[in-house]
Nanobody, 115 residues
Framework: QVQLVESGGGLVQAGQSLRLSCAAS????????MGWYRQAPGKQRELVAN???????NYADSVKGRFTISRDNAKNTVYLQMNSLNPEDTAVYYC?????????WGQGIQVTVSS
């Protein structure tokens, strides 16, 4: 089994920052991509950012220049630094892990940005 434990969400005001963390444990072999998705009320889940083992990152256009994804391969942990948050970033954020054996999701963590 694979466990993904997310932390760092919460309520902030527009313009402020948050840092999300996701630690993977369990039967994790051959990790390729680690990333974050988000789902706002009434909307589909969308990719926010992902990063491969070599550190190459991919971002949604809506977060480019504001969010930074990073990972610690030794700790099997992925981070999402979110700056200049705005109310449109309000959503449940899900950690995502892609390995040689499948794709796994975290339980989700709420991020709320007030105007």
């Amino acid at each position: 089994q694979v466990q993904l434990v997310e932390s760092g969400g919460g309520l902030v005001q527009a313009g402020q920052s948050l840092r999300l963390s996701c630690a993977a444990s369990g039967n994790i072999f051959g990790i390729t991509l680690m990333g974050w998705y988000r789902q706002a009320p009434g909307k589909q889940r969308e990719l926010v950012a992902n990063i491969n083992r070599g550190g190459n990152a991919n971002y949604a256009d809506s977060v480019k220049g504001r969010f930074t994804i990073s990972r610690d391969n030794a700790k099997n942990t992925v981070y999402l630094q979110m700056n200049s948050l705005n109310p449109e970033d309000t959503a449940v954020y899900y950690c995502n892990l892609l390995t040689s054996f499948g794709m796994y999701w975290g339980q989700g963590i709420q991020v709320t940005v007030s105007s």
